[in-house]
């Protein structure tokens, strides 16, 4: 279970540039379930996304995981509890442009020195991304580059997917693709939360919540 407890948070807080990003977010996510996050550009989903991930900490409140108040944690545990239990696809990638895409998709498996290449094999021929396997990544088309990163965020496996406008590259074909996987991903009881505002995702027939944020507030 994921519980968001009165979070805010403030960039830059304490200069002059602070500034106000996310208000007082409260909600809880049971495990398994999918949550929508919808609102307009600049409402907060990413800062609310990379916070539930600990990339960064609230100004206040805090985030639990299944009891563990990642929030709070020295930045060597959230980073191994998040390498752990959290797959996440970023809005723009964040790939390494002079690796290959194998080689970006395993890079979360490198700290734990687990082999994880066939598991990335397999993935990436169902992604139908196996003619570029060797391709570095600079030279992705951008849907490319999209299914690279959600094959990265699945490769170890993780009970918890967080995906920052997973669609957001994709043409319509590739975002049945994603759809059906996401789909997968909730019979195999993942807890899933998507930021976006494509009516595909938002019309996507499946058992899901959807909340709101405008100005940084749930509404
Ligand atoms: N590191 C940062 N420093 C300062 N301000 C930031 C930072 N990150 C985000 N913000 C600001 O916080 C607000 C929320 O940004 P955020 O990226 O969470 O919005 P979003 O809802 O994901 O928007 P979009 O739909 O455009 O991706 C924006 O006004 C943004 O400029
Ligand atoms: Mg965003």
């Known amino acids: 279970m994921i519980c968001v407890q009165n979070v805010s948070k403030i960039f ?10 996310l208000k007082d977010v409260s909600f809880d996510l049971q495990r398994g379930q999918t949550l929508i996050l919808q609102g307009p550009s600049g409402s907060g989903k990413s800062t609310l996304l990379g916070l ?12 639990i995981i299944d009891k563990t108040p990642i929030s709070s944690l020295p930045e060597h545990f959230s980073a191994a509890f998040r390498r752990k239990n959290i797959g996440y696809i970023f809005q723009n990638f964040q790939l390494i442009p002079n690796l290959t895409l194998l080689e970006n998709v395993l890079i979360p498996a490198l700290p734990d020195k687990v082999d994880l290449s066939k598991r990335a094999k397999k993935l990436i021929q169902e992604f139908g991304l196996e003619s570029k396997i060797n391709a570095e990544a600079s030279t992705l088309s951008g849907g490319e580059q999209q299914r690279t990163a959600l094959i990265r965020a699945l490769i170890t ?4 997917i967080l995906a920052d406008e997973p669609t957001a590259n994709l043409d319509a074909t590739l975002s049945s693709i994603l759809l059906e996987n996401l789909t997968k991903m909730q019979q195999d009881g993942k807890t899933i939360i998507i930021a976006t505002h494509d009516p595909l995702l938002l019309n996507w027939n499946a058992p899901k919540r959807i909340i709101s944020l405008k100005d940084g507030s749930l509404v």
Request: proline share 12%; glycine share 8%; no cysteine.
């Open 157 to 160: 496996d993780p009970q918890i």
């Open 52 to 63: 539930i991930a600990s990339f960064y900490t609230p100004s206040s409140g805090q985030i």
């Open 12 to 21: 830059h807080e304490g200069t002059p540039k602070a500034f106000l990003a």
